[in-house]
């Protein structure tokens, strides 16, 4: 077995996912995770789960647990290591969470908020589905033309790229920056968060987060089209039991029965 520190294997992850373009964000967060073991070479499985156990969250040991054992998967595919002891190491189940869309309301004071950044980001988040690295990602050019009208090309999670029809807020929002040919807020996701959310507290609308503006895209999407296989391909996800979430969160039938005595 071979001995390298986490903070050696966390200098030659940084190398080679950037080079395989992977977001900053992922680099960073599994860096930080990798560096906190001892010796990645001799870790053990009681090791690993040292490590995992650190967050109280659930979700957050979901996610340390898959940054080790993908850090661990390029690691052998590499030479660097032998074995990985995170095999057999189960993920935490975490209870689904239902989705917390924001209101029409909050919605239409977000879009005239004297900041324009906030505007944009809001429609990119409410009128198309973008999570905040996406919208970070965002280009003018990243609005295209086809036979159906404009498109909006969106680069998602793992550098996926997919191509959504453009509401006509979207439309009209990069058609205005179009002489821009970068990214428009090349800032860390986690920032245009903190940003938004702070801009919505300062509205009167505290504990907002940037993540409801794709919830709100999905139940509107959901109640329009009532498919929940349109709903799946607009928000990109990989199966539709990730979309029925939103089907409770739109269910009101019992309330328009009962309001109809």
């Not at 080790?68 to 995170?86: F, K, M, N």
Request: charged share 25%; hydrophobic share 40%.
């Amino acid at each position: 077995m071979t001995s390298i520190s986490g903070r050696r294997v966390a200098e030659m992850l940084e190398v080679s996912l950037r080079q395989r373009g992977f977001s900053e964000n992922t680099i960073k967060n599994r860096c930080r995770v990798v560096q906190q073991l001892d010796d990645v070479g001799l870790a053990t499985r009681d090791d690993i789960m040292a490590v995992v156990s650190r967050p109280e969250k659930l979700r957050s040991r979901r996610l340390y647990l898959m940054h080790l054992r993908q850090a661990y998967a390029d690691l052998i595919e590499q030479g660097v290591v032998e074995r990985d002891p995170t095999v057999g190491i189960r993920f935490p189940k975490i209870p689904k969470d239902q989705p917390r869309p924001l209101t029409q309301l909050q919605v239409e004071r977000l879009i005239v908020e004297p900041k324009f950044r906030v505007r944009a980001w809001t429609m990119l988040g409410a009128f198309a589905g973008l999570r905040a690295s996406e919208v970070t990602r965002i280009t003018p050019q990243d609005l295209v033309v086809t036979d159906q009208g404009y498109a909006l090309r969106v680069i998602g999670k793992g550098r996926k790229e997919a191509t959504i029809p453009a509401h006509q807020k979207i439309v009209d929002l990069l058609l205005d920056l179009e002489p821009f040919r970068d990214a428009l807020w090349p800032i860390a996701p986690s920032r245009l968060s903190q940003v938004w959310s702070k801009a919505a507290s300062d509205l009167g609308m505290p504990g907002l987060r940037f993540h409801q503006c794709r919830h709100f895209f999905g139940t509107q999407v959901l109640r329009t089209t009532g498919n929940l296989l349109v709903t799946r391909d607009l928000m990109r996800y990989n199966s539709v039991a990730t979309t029925e979430v939103y089907a409770k969160v739109i269910d009101d039938a019992g309330f328009r029965a009962v309001a109809g005595f």
